[in-house]
């Protein structure tokens, strides 16, 4: 079925004047509809201010290269300001005795009423620094990292099980969370040029607090650097070195929890008439609450002032501490952030993330929050807090449905017992779902159609992370070069676990963090790989488009998905195909592009072995297997 030009509109430049108005501001807004659409009468924006609808008329701007636009002024009435278009057509367009409507929404277009919640939406928080969108993420476990000289003076503690750089994970408890590496800060410093030449701009930091396990998610103390990555002034030279660099440094917090171990915690057991007594949920008869049962992980109970000003509120809280120098980090990724302040009968979830960012806007305004939801996040992404998150249900998971190729090798689960079923994110499932490349397309819609624009940048897209299996454990190159390729083409902040660049495979969670094998560098197949993420990585820096610009879709099957971005100095067009079979997919032009193209002068392949021709007003793109494909179009022209 060859697919019909759409009428559109996202939060990208092209549509909207600005992404960070302020309460009262008026913002420009514009639609465009095919010229072949049906004629319309008029065109409105319906917003939904204090939850009562409110009506501003748009205006024709006239065709131009294919597209008529039509705009409105709109006043941001709400923090955030929900809108959609309403498109009217002449009575005897679409036949019938009465005016046709249509509804365009996030979700798309509507011949009856539509959600609120997938309503286009203006943000008028304080708008997250732009370096945000420019970034590539690149996520650091850093036991796992990279260890320096300075490792081997330090005293191993009593927890701890060591093991050499080349040694196996093992996956077997204890030794899954006490096997000790001893990579530090150092190290990472003496890699930033790895980072560098790789395109990274931001670094994630998982928790660098004192613990009692290799992942340090069980911080004893959040007022100090673990002495065995190198202390406060280990931080202090990476912070530093990064900076210089031009790259942003981001810590890791669990808001949700602290470790057994932790000051406060010991302070409540010992004294149960202390403040700290409080921060916790104790029963009467001295049992607390935890994350998921786990005793070594008291959970914070948020109604408690004193921890809120100890922990993330003011000047002088724990979140402000380490983005003031002289430590200087750029943001905070919080661990557990859907589960953060939440109990039962209890919800406090909106006004910790809201007090956190409150205190980060105080201290460092261009600083990133960024939360962890391994779910669905959309009910928390309202905009009044998080900047975006690593959630996976909107990218990673569906693209493994699509991607992945389990290969049913046996590995060795937490209790030593053998499996060959594959992990898929800790759910009870019979190894890895199967999809297609239009299931994919329609999970990125579903997640995404109840999202701001400007959260949607901002959220992780990771192919796989320390707490998941390594999307290399179940693809061939082909198969990885396409993912890395969306991840680093669809809206959102593209984000690779350290080692992903070396192939690195891994079952599960925990198996996956593995030491970076840093003389592997030189082998062919690592050579390869660190190639294919260098080229999409510069791909991303070098066009901004891939970063804000709007979006829309072209082409779905089962094998194969096509997209455009598009801004006015450019558009790339993007092709992912999985197709067994040699195929040729045909798109009218003015689909694409709208306007005349000459493949000679209007086109430039920046990625992949696809066949690109235009016949008869048609775009022929043709290909066979495994194959992804991304070209350099002309902008779209908008009237002023």
């Known amino acids: 079925m060859t697919p019909e030009p759409l009428p559109h509109h996202d939060g990208s430049p092209l549509h909207v004047s600005t992404a960070h108005p302020t309460l009262g501001e008026t913002v420009t807004l514009r639609l465009r509809v095919p010229q072949q659409y049906p004629e319309l009468r008029n065109v409105m924006v319906r917003s939904n201010p204090d939850h009562e609808p409110h009506w501003d008329t748009a205006t024709d701007l006239g065709i131009l290269n294919g597209w008529r636009w039509w705009q409105a002024q709109v006043k941001v009435a709400n923090p955030r300001h929900g809108y959609r278009w309403l498109l009217i057509h002449d009575e005897d367009t679409l036949g019938g005795s009465a005016p046709t409507i249509e509804w365009l929404n996030q979700s798309g277009i509507h011949s009856g009423e539509v959600l609120d919640a997938e309503d286009f939406a203006l943000l008028a ?21 990279a260890r320096s000289a300075g490792a081997d003076s330090r005293e191993i503690p009593d927890w701890a099980e060591p093991a050499d750089w080349a040694d196996p994970v093992n996956p077997v408890m204890p030794s899954r969370v006490c096997q000790f590496y001893g990579g530090d800060l150092d190290g990472v410093v003496e890699h930033l040029d790895h980072l560098q030449q ?22 004893s103390s959040f007022e100090q650097v673990d002495p065995l990555l190198g202390g406060e002034e280990a931080l202090i030279r990476l912070t530093d070195a990064a900076h210089q660099r ?28 202390s403040d700290e007594r409080g921060f916790y949920y104790f029963t009467d008869d001295g049992d607390y609450e935890s994350w998921l049962g786990t005793a070594s992980l008291p959970k914070f109970d948020w109604s408690s002032q004193k921890l809120r000003r100890a922990f993330i509120e003011g000047p002088d809280s724990v979140v402000a501490k380490w983005l003031k120098p002289p430590f200087n980090l750029d943001g905070w990724r919080i661990d557990v952030a859907n589960m953060t302040g939440r109990l039962r009968d209890v919800d406090l979830n909106a006004e910790v993330r809201q007090i956190l960012r409150r205190t980060m806007e105080e201290v460092k305004p261009d600083s990133i929050l960024l939360a962890e939801s391994t779910n669905d996040a959309t009910s ?31 590995y060795t689960t937490a209790q030593g017992s053998q499996e060959t079923e594959p992990w898929f994110f800790g759910q009870p499932l019979a190894g890895i779902p199967r999809g297609d490349a239009h ?67 891994g079952e599960d969670g925990e198996i996956s963090r593995t030491p970076i094998p840093w003389s592997s560098s030189h082998q062919p197949e690592v050579a390869e790989r660190l190639r294919l993420y260098r080229e999409f990585i510069g791909l991303r820096r070098r066009h901004p ?12 099957d089962a094998d194969t998905i096509i997209f455009i971005r598009e801004s006015e100095q450019e558009s790339l067009l993007v ?12 798109l009218p032009v003015d689909l694409v592009c709208s306007s005349p193209l000459n493949p000679a002068i209007d086109v430039q392949k920046l990625y992949g072995a696809v066949e690109f021709r235009v016949e008869d007003d048609h775009l022929l793109l043709r290909s066979g297997g495994v194959r992804f494909g991304m070209w350099q179009l002309p902008g779209v022209k908008v009237p002023r």
Do not use: C
């Not at 790789?198 to 670094?203: D, F, M, R, S």
């Not at 890395?484 to 083409?489: A, E, F």
């Not at 195909?577 to 195929?583: G, I, N, R, V």
């Open 246 to 273: 031009g790259m942003k440094v981001i810590g890791d917090l669990t808001t949700n929890h602290s470790g057994d171990r932790h000051e406060w915690f010991q302070r409540a057991l010992a004294e149960p008439d």
């Open 575 to 586: 092709f992912a195909s999985t197709s067994p079979d040699e195929q040729t997919t045909s």
């Open 439 to 505: 299931s994919f397309r329609e999970a990125v819609e579903r997640f995404n159609a109840v999202i701001p624009w400007r959260i949607r940048l901002g959220n992780m897209h990771p192919l796989d992370t320390h707490d998941t299996a390594r999307f290399a454990t179940h693809a061939t190159g082909e198969r990885v070069a396409v993912a890395v390729g969306l991840q680093h083409s669809l809206p959102g902040l593209p984000t690779l676990f350290a080692g992903d660049e070396f192939g690195l495979t």
């Open 380 to 410: 928390d992404l309202t905009g009044d807090a998080w900047h975006g998150a690593m959630t996976y249900p909107s990218f990673t998971r569906p693209l493994w449905a699509w991607l992945a190729e389990p290969t049913g090798q046996s």
């Open 545 to 556: 488009v891939l970063s804000t610009g709007a979006m829309r879709w072209l082409f779905s």
């Open 125 to 145: 928080y304080p708008a997250p620094p732009l370096w945000l969108y420019d970034g590539v993420m690149y996520q650091i476990f850093p036991d796992r990292f």
């Open 198 to 219: 790789l395109g990274i701009n931001i670094l994630y930091l998982t928790p660098f607090f004192p613990g009692a396990s290799n992942h340090r998610y069980d911080a």
